[in-house]
């Protein structure tokens, strides 16, 4: 399928690893211009160079934490007038007991989950307006709409950041400008690989992926019968990104193999 963007400017900010490098993949392959950011300099200077050499565009690596006001800037300056934005973050750690949260706990929670992606958007959204045309898609956490006691760090900040899209959203759509959100479930990401210890602490269990996985799908079970990979996501959050999509406005695309159990 031709996602006709080639040539389009696209910013996917957290495109180092996990959802966010498969999705700059796909933006990659349909011939979009590419900027990714992440925090981590050499995984995310290896993934520009890596994409930029298999699909032939320019792939511009930003290093950047985007939840940081300074790293939001440097977001700005490097690409001032994407024409697609896309937003993913570094999970947050799964919580143990509820009672024991902090403020500072939910402050960081939601500057990451919610004010970043937010302030992100504001920045480039009058500049998609004037051209009449812009996709925005964030890669959240079905967790937004799934409440999860495990997830209270995860969850409700982004059920937050949805509100706020699907606002926005029916307000810009008349200038051709499209805001969409993906939840996806349980993925085998690296993020995810990274917080095996603290789900495994979070739960009283063995520090060992399988263990951990195991106790996650015993709790959790997925109908379709596995735990997907990062690409397994990419193809949608890529035709959102896409002008095929201009009649999908403040849609929340929940991604998780059947897991969550809501009609809609």
Same mark, same amino acid.
């Given at each position: 399928?031709?996602?006709?963007?080639?040539?389009?400017?696209?910013?996917?900010? !957290?495109?180092?690893?996990?959802?966010? #490098?498969?999705?700059?993949?796909?933006?990659?392959?349909?011939?979009?211009?590419?900027?990714? *950011?992440?925090? #981590?300099?050499? #995984?995310?200077?290896?993934?520009?160079?890596?994409?930029?050499?298999?699909?032939?565009?320019?792939?511009?690596?930003?290093?950047?934490?985007? &939840?940081?006001?300074?790293?939001?800037?440097?977001?700005?300056?490097? +690409?001032?007038?994407? @024409?697609? /934005?896309?937003?993913?973050?570094?999970?947050?750690?799964?919580?143990?007991?509820?009672?024991?949260?902090?403020?500072?706990?939910?402050? @960081? *929670?939601?500057?990451?989950?919610?004010?970043?992606?937010?302030?992100?958007?504001?920045?480039?959204?009058?500049?998609?307006?004037?051209? !009449?045309?812009? #996709?925005?898609?964030?890669?959240?956490?079905? &967790?937004?709409?799934?409440?999860?006691?495990?997830?209270?760090?995860?969850?409700?900040?982004? &059920?937050?950041?949805?509100?706020?899209?699907?606002?926005? &959203?029916?307000?810009?759509?008349?200038?051709?400008?499209?805001?969409?959100?993906?939840?996806? !479930?349980?993925?085998?990401?690296?993020?995810?690989?990274? /917080?095996?210890?603290?789900?495994?602490?979070?739960?009283?269990?063995?520090? %060992?992926?399988?263990?951990?996985?195991?106790?996650? /799908?015993?709790?959790?079970?997925?109908?379709? !019968?596995?735990?997907? %990979?990062?690409?397994?996501?990419?193809?949608?959050?890529?035709?959102? +990104?896409?002008?095929?999509?201009?009649?999908?406005?403040?849609?929340?695309?929940?991604?998780?193999?059947?897991?969550?159990?809501?009609?809609?």
């Amino acid at each position: 399928m031709d996602l006709q963007i080639r040539g389009k400017k696209a910013l996917m900010a !957290g495109g180092s690893a996990g959802m966010g #490098r498969a999705t700059a993949e796909r933006l990659a392959e349909a011939g979009a211009e590419l900027y990714i *950011s992440a925090r #981590r300099e050499e #995984r995310l200077m290896n993934a520009a160079r890596e994409m930029s050499e298999k699909y032939g565009v320019k792939v511009t690596a930003v290093v950047a934490d985007s &939840s940081k006001e300074e790293g939001r800037r440097a977001l700005f300056e490097a +690409c001032p007038d994407p @024409d697609i /934005l896309a937003i993913t973050i570094k999970p947050p750690a799964p919580n143990g007991d509820f009672l024991k949260l902090q403020p500072e706990d939910w402050r @960081d *929670s939601i500057e990451t989950a919610l004010i970043g992606p937010i302030e992100i958007m504001r920045h480039y959204i009058p500049g998609m307006k004037e051209k !009449g045309w812009g #996709r925005i898609v964030n890669i959240a956490t079905f &967790s937004a709409k799934n409440p999860m006691l495990w997830r209270l760090m995860s969850g409700p900040a982004r &059920s937050a950041l949805i509100n706020y899209t699907a606002s926005v &959203s029916r307000e810009i759509a008349q200038y051709g400008v499209n805001i969409n959100n993906i939840l996806p !479930g349980m993925f085998a990401t690296e993020g995810a690989d990274e /917080l095996v210890e603290v789900y495994a602490d979070a739960f009283g269990l063995e520090r %060992d992926r399988d263990v951990a996985m195991n106790h996650f /799908l015993e709790n959790n079970k997925i109908p379709a !019968g596995f735990v997907a %990979d990062a690409a397994d996501m990419a193809p949608m959050a890529a035709l959102l +990104c896409s002008p095929l999509s201009r009649f999908i406005v403040g849609q929340n695309i929940v991604i998780d193999g059947g897991q969550h159990h809501s009609l809609f």
